[in-house]
């Protein structure tokens, strides 16, 4: 599989080799710098951030001042914006339960 850098929101990916700008939007609307495109994005961390100088952000789904903000490369599959090593851990947990 192919990791690129695209939108959280819609998938699209991201062409340019910078970083984007506070302004920049994807063609869905969606911002680009934020926190759920971060390479730092974690939601089994406090803050739900791994740079732990990073100033918590509140809407991890909107535009902000990040100065660690990394773009994330990453396999895109369709409909999926969750954690894939989440969703394979639930998978496995209703198979042990039988669900």
Do not use: I, W
């Not at 990916?13 to 994807?26: D, H, I, K, L, M």
């Not at 969606?30 to 791994?50: E, I, P, S």
Request: net charge positive; proline share 3%.
């Amino acid at each position: 599989m192919n990791e690129t850098r695209h939108c959280h929101g819609c998938g699209a990916e991201y062409a340019f080799n910078r970083t984007p700008g506070r302004s920049e939007t994807c063609q869905c609307g969606a911002d680009l710098k934020v926190c759920l495109n971060c390479v730092f994005y974690d939601t089994r961390v406090a803050y739900q951030c791994r740079e732990r100088r990073a100033d918590p952000v509140v809407e991890k789904h909107l535009a902000n001042y990040c100065e660690y903000f990394e773009f994330a490369k990453r396999v895109y599959v369709p409909g999926k914006t969750a954690n894939l090593r989440e969703d394979q851990a639930r998978s496995a947990l209703k198979k042990l339960l039988g669900d």
